[in-house]
């Protein structure tokens, strides 16, 4: 599963353990201690549990201090420094919608931070490592913005790195159940993925799927 994939569509994969698994078949001494029925119905609880925990979660993007200043520079980001392309219209809007919700509960409760789920937060922070403009003028009104800029990047980069490796969690136990379901005990070290601390540093360039 990329890290593309769209919340509420974590699906187990079994055609992508199968040729994995069909070597180990093969021979029978690996097929001595299989995972009983309530062994697979608990990875399966255990993974589904955890996919539908991810779906509603959110992220706090910087401090309750900070909530209605964050809020109001990503809308200017949006609206004045990001030069969207292809499908990344949805996104843009629906990041647009989902700032507007925070903002409003930020509103009501000042002790509240700025919260997204995670699929604008993949956005909002692509979207901030693509800045764009048009001329000499755009560039030094952005240069005046640099210390917000980098201060929202930052937070959000941040949040990032603990929402991706959620997900990589959620993949973990979808191979374990996938493994258990076919008859073998399956312990995969879940990979550690980096997150770039700086919009600076090489990130990925494909637009994420909202």
């Known amino acids: 599963m990329s890290e593309e994939t769209k919340i ?13 698994l069909a070597d180990l078949v093969k021979d029978p001494s690996l097929n001595i201690n299989k995972p009983s029925d309530e062994e697979v ?28 200043e964050f809020c109001e520079y990503i809308n200017h980001f949006i609206r004045n420094r990001f030069f969207w392309q292809k499908e ?9 919608e989902e700032v507007e919700v925070a903002e409003n509960l930020i509103k009501v409760d000042k002790t509240k ?26 560039a030094k009104d952005f240069e005046q913005e640099n210390e917000i800029f ?7 980069g941040n949040q990032l790195e603990e929402a ?15 493994a258990m379901a076919q008859g073998f005990y399956l312990e995969i070290e879940p990979p ?10 090489d990130i990925k360039e494909e637009e994420p799927t909202q």
């Open 8 to 20: 509420g569509e974590i699906e187990i994969n079994k055609t992508s353990l199968g040729e994995t």
């Open 41 to 68: 119905l608990e990875a399966q609880k255990e993974f589904e549990a955890a996919a539908k925990a991810f779906t509603v979660k959110m992220y706090s993007v910087g401090t309750a201090e900070e909530a209605t």
């Open 88 to 96: 990344a219209w949805m996104g843009t809007i629906k990041l647009s």
């Open 113 to 138: 931070s700025l919260e997204l789920g995670y699929q604008a937060l993949e956005f909002v922070f692509w979207a901030l490592s693509n800045p764009g403009g048009l001329g000499l003028q755009a």
């Open 150 to 156: 980098i201060r929202v990047a930052s937070a959000a």
């Open 164 to 178: 991706r490796a959620a997900l990589k969690e959620i993949e973990f136990l979808q191979q374990k159940w996938g």
């Open 192 to 201: 550690e993925e980096e997150l770039p601390e700086g919009v600076d540093e």
